[in-house]
């Protein structure tokens, strides 16, 4: 019987990215590689373009969507992960903070990454 299989999450750094120009130096070279007695078709090429652009905008709009889960924690008692391992922590979420591009929550004056997140419960009200 074979090992389950275990995936990692990692940072993708942003020189492990590709960008838009990125994209669009790799498409002219294609163009002008291309065999001139077989080309692509220039709706191939605006295909790879409307695909690159929607890929982009999902991006986007991924980012946003933590920005705002991430604002719709402010006030409310959070349990995370500890830092490298350590204990749990318990706290009212007090603000957020956008570091690297990543959004993080600040809990007791230290910030934490969305993953940490074990349990949200409501504040009670005094």
């Known amino acids: 019987m074979s090992a389950p299989i275990t995936s990692t999450a990692s940072a993708v750094t942003s020189s492990q990215t590709l960008n838009q120009a990125d994209f669009l130096n790799l498409l002219v070279t294609q163009m002008s590689s291309q065999d001139p007695l077989n080309p692509e078709s220039d ?3 605006a295909a790879q ?3 690159f652009s929607s890929l982009q905008e ?4 991924a980012t946003d969507l933590q920005n705002i889960q991430a604002n719709a ?3 409310q008692t959070v349990t995370l992960t500890g830092s490298s391992g350590g204990p749990q922590v318990s706290g009212v979420v007090t603000g ?7 959004p993080q929550i600040v809990v007791n004056g230290q910030a934490y990454n969305l993953s940490q997140i074990l349990a949200v419960t ?4 005094d």
Do not use: C, H, K, N
């Not at 409501?122 to 009200?125: C, E, G, H, K, N």
């Open 73 to 75: 924690l402010i006030g």
């Open 96 to 102: 957020m903070q956008i570091a690297s591009g990543v």
């Open 58 to 61: 999902t991006q986007t709009m």
């Open 122 to 125: 409501p504040t009670p009200s």
């Open 43 to 45: 709706t191939d090429f």
């Open 49 to 51: 373009l409307a695909q």
